[in-house]
């Protein structure tokens, strides 16, 4: 329903905002962490690449959302 896509919305936007996953129409179209461009990623293949973090994501919470399964744990 839309309550569910307001949901998404939401954490594809805190996703965002802790990824900085970058896009053509970003204000500033250069990566903070490799200064490379990335005015040739497109929006929606930024918003696929965040759907896909939010998938892994999903069903996790506290420091299971921080760690991959190659870190170890503090």
Do not use: W
Not at 57 to 64: F, H, I, P, R
Request: aromatic share 0%.
């Amino acid at each position: 329903g839309q309550s569910a896509s307001v949901a998404l919305a939401v954490e594809l936007a805190k996703i965002s905002a802790a990824t900085q996953c970058k896009h053509e129409k970003s204000r500033n179209p250069v990566s903070r962490r490799t200064k490379e461009s990335t005015a040739s990623v497109s929006v929606a293949s930024a918003h696929e690449e965040l759907k896909a973090i939010l998938g892994r994501l999903e069903g996790k919470s506290g420091q299971d959302r921080i760690c991959t399964p190659d870190m170890t744990r503090r």
